[in-house]
């Protein structure tokens, strides 16, 4: 790897493999192909090793890669190429702008959309812009001008920091001030959530089709355990969908409050319904001595965990939580296990899936991945990191 500079633009020469990836589709850059790269937050052209220009590329230190790969054309980052970008998102959400059961949902997705390093999610009125990279949040100016020239009906703007080096990780951005607090509504499901209060929202948009299947039948009736609950989601879209009771388990206390934000929000009563502030692994042993059993039990855990005793990885750990599950279930009953891990594959995946189940009796009905909304590279498996498995335990 050799960086020459011309004229303003930095002349990358990239090796073989990396071409092929590039030529292959993915946007993503792997560090590992760019070993010798001095310099970062900059548009750079790339070309091969027999000096054939292959495109345009950023380079930016993030949690994952070290830059994006753009457009096989030069390109001049100017309000005119967002406004473009994001005209091509909107459309792609038609279904969604139209439906008056949704007002939450994903408007612009990294590498799905063609600019790795940004996402766009609309709640409601206000708009929430996450900045992966200090390249993305250098340009900020310029996205949120073109964002609003193609949103102009939105009323605000906030934004979320995604990498390391900033003093702050959520900040108003532009337009109007959102409530404290506010609802949104999915698939006719009322929540409540807030824009400037740390990462997260109060709600995981990319589950949007995990609780709608829970919405619309899978919880009918049925008792429904909720692990890694966080504001008990899963919950009030089983509630909703005629569950005869939710438990939701989390270590955060403040679950418990925001849980019945999501409850209130829909005039819910919560007589049938827990929230329960402890570790999961504690919460199964609680369970096992009480004997208690569920229908449904949904495991979302977080990709890495620690807690006092000991670190929980999806990647290595899974099967535990899958193990200790199918002790607690009803005879036909469900789990709905879900993953975000990036780095696993949906085979890796299922592999710790199996392993839980051991000699149990089993069968897959679904796996669900990214919705609509979430778009993704079709050439890299790994943007469409989420994996939730529907499954029939039949003990
Ligand atoms: N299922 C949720 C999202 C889960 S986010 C939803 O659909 O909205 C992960 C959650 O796991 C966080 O709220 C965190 O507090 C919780 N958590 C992490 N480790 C835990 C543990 N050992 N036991 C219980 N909860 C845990």
Known sequence: ??????????????????????????????????????????????HNSKGQFLGTAYLSNQNKGIGW?????????TKEYFVALFQQARQKRHSYEKSDLTSAYRVFNQDGDNFGGLTIDLYGDYALLSWYNPFVYNLSAVIVDAFQT?????????????????DYESAH????ESPDTFTILENGVRYSVFMNDGLMTGIFLDQHEVRD???NGLALGKTVLNMFSYTAAFSVAAAMGGASETTSVDLAKRSRELSQAHFDANGLPTDNHRFIVMDVFEYFKYAKRKDLKFDV???????FARNKKQTFSVVK?????????????NPKGTIIASTNAANMTVEQFKKQLEKGFGSIKHSYIDLKQLPGDFATNPADVSSNYLKVYTIKVNQ
């Open 297 to 303: 039990i949904v495991i979302d855990p977080p990709s």
């Open 69 to 77: 790969f753009l457009s096989n054309q030069t390109l001049d980052l």
């Open 1 to 46: 790897m050799i960086s020459v500079i011309i004229g303003v633009m930095k002349k990358l020469y990239v090796d073989h493999l990396a071409e092929k990836k590039i030529r292959r589709g993915i946007q993503l850059l792997d560090g590992r192909d760019f070993q010798n790269v001095t310099g970062s937050d900059e548009l750079v052209n790339l």
């Open 173 to 176: 951005l532009y337009g109007q």
């Open 213 to 215: 299947s829970l919405v």
């Open 150 to 166: 193609v949103y102009p009906e939105i009323k605000g703007g906030y934004e979320k920091i995604r990498f390391k080096g900033l």
């Open 317 to 329: 750990d899974y099967h535990k939580l899958i193990a200790q599950a199918v002790e607690l279930l």
